[in-house]
């Protein structure tokens, strides 16, 4: 809706008082195209200026020749006509053409200015409808995302409304704490949730407008809180490292109906949602079902009241061995590595805090990823891949250390130098939870000491964080028993 104000940066004519306007739902850029061809227009396309009016017609070509063209043949420049000039060009036009081209001049300005385009015009369809026909008469079968029907359906000129310039408004905040990769469709559904407690894109697209735009502010007010809580608390640096976006809708939620800060039970409560929700892979199937059954549990914990959970959890050393293979991508490794980024990992070499960058955090060879045990030094070793590229061998420093100081030397050599460049060097390592660098292994360059050591490390942290239950003390010994 928000392409109609202009063409490539050409400002329509307003609409006068009393008159309609009919927006094109399938063939816009064709019009455009068109447009900007007989009127010769200079438009902007993806940061480049495009000259429209250097399109001719070849008057000697033949009909299945190629009649128009951008290029001119010097030695036959008399046989060339713009098409601006064809279609604008006045009576005195015929006489710059020699006499065998005149009939063709006359042929292809009527066949401009006759040709019947066809058209479907569809009056008072409710965006459903519409999204229908757009879905049908498209050759290209492209469908619309939710986000997009949403933005037709609550753009409105008279409250200066778009959803799509809101969307990018919020993102931009977002920027300043390093969430800017959070997608539209996570926004929406947390707008749905607050309105309706269910995200489906049959609840969504059932929001009546007016209300969404009344309360788009104060959901996003809700929005921006819960990412703020979410980098201030759990101290998760970059939104990159966010198990789920998703997460983002129940706490929104919880924002919209309680406006301070969680304390107390609440902030436990939330705590342990968060945790179940990222190592239980909850959000990985049936998102949109499972979220509406947490808003519920999050009105539990609004009045103060326990949350009875079949989602128990398995936090013990073995589990996180089993699980913890390294994927850049999966919630399970992000939630491990939110525990590191927790306690802002600190250089090596001068105990300067590691800078997080979204950037560099959306594969596993990322410039911030570092195995402690390098991983060329460990195949040279004759260890397995599986437990090379475990996320006990993690660590999340800085490129230049990385690619500079560290490479493939084993760490009782780069430990040692770093040691004595950084007299404060064992609280750089606490920092990336290697508390004792004696009995970690590492001037012994023992892998298996080291692992078992970090993965020990891991589990205490996520006891921290759980409010632990006989549902979970169950499951670990089912497991163990299993294994």
């Excluded at 992000?334 to 306690?343: N, R």
Aim: proline fraction near 2%; glycine fraction near 4%; include cysteine.
């Amino acid at each position: 809706m928000r392409s109609i104000k202009n063409v490539g940066g050409l400002d329509f004519p307003q609409t006068p008082e009393g008159d309609y306007v009919q927006y094109v739902l399938d063939g816009q850029q064709r019009i455009t195209s068109l447009y900007a061809g007989f009127k010769g227009c200079t438009i902007e396309r993806d940061g480049s200026m495009i000259d429209y009016s250097g399109i001719y017609i070849d008057l000697d070509a033949d009909e299945d020749g190629e009649v128009v063209t951008s290029e001119i043949d010097d030695n036959r420049s008399h046989a060339f006509i713009k098409v601006t000039e064809l279609l604008h060009g006045g009576l005195g036009l015929a006489a710059k053409y020699g006499t065998e081209y005149h009939s063709k001049i006359e042929e292809y300005k009527v066949r401009f200015a006759e040709y019947t385009y066809q058209t479907i015009s569809v009056s008072e369809a409710p965006i459903d409808i519409a999204t229908e026909i757009f879905t049908r008469v498209n050759i290209s079968g492209k469908s619309l995302s939710v986000f997009e029907i949403m933005v037709a359906k609550t753009f409105d000129v008279n409250r200066d409304f778009d959803l799509a310039e809101k969307y990018d408004q919020l993102i931009e905040r977002l920027a300043s704490i390093d969430y800017d990769t959070i997608s539209s469709s996570t926004v929406l559904q947390s707008v749905s949730v607050c309105m309706v407690k269910e995200c489906t894109p049959k609840h969504i697209l059932k929001l009546p407008k007016k209300d969404f735009i009344d309360m788009w502010d104060k959901v996003m007010d809700a929005f921006e809180k819960a990412a703020e809580y979410f980098k201030t608390f759990y101290r998760i640096p970059v939104s990159q490292l966010i198990p789920y976006d998703s997460l983002l809708i129940p706490f929104t939620y919880y924002f919209f109906k309680h406006h301070d800060k969680p304390l107390g039970f609440h902030q436990k409560a939330l705590q342990d949602f968060f945790w179940r929700t990222t190592l239980n892979s909850r959000y990985s199937s049936s998102t949109e079902t499972k979220i509406a059954q947490d808003i519920k549990k999050i009105d539990s914990i609004l009045v103060d009241e326990s949350i009875t959970s079949d989602d128990s959890v398995d936090i013990s050393s073995e589990a996180i061995t089993n699980n913890g293979y390294f994927s850049a991508g999966r919630a399970y490794i992000k939630g491990l590595l939110c525990i590191l980024a927790y306690h802002q990992p600190k250089s090596f070499i001068d105990n300067a805090l590691v800078i997080v960058n979204n950037n560099y955090l959306k594969q596993a060879n990322s410039k911030n990823y570092h195995h402690f045990f390098p991983r060329s030094y460990l195949y040279k070793h004759g260890t397995d891949d599986f437990w090379v590229n475990h996320i006990a061998n993690i660590t999340i420093v800085d490129d230049f250390l990385n690619k500079r100081k560290i490479r493939d030397r084993a760490p009782s050599r780069y430990i040692a130098e770093f040691r004595k460049q950084n007299s404060e060097l064992d609280d750089a390592l606490k920092s990336h939870l290697i508390t004792d660098v004696e009995i970690f292994g590492i001037f012994d360059d023992n892998y298996d000491v080291f692992f078992e050591k970090r993965v020990q490390k891991f589990s205490q942290e996520l006891k921290k964080r759980l409010i632990l239950t006989d549902r979970d003390i169950v499951k670990r010994r089912e497991n163990e028993s299993n294994e």
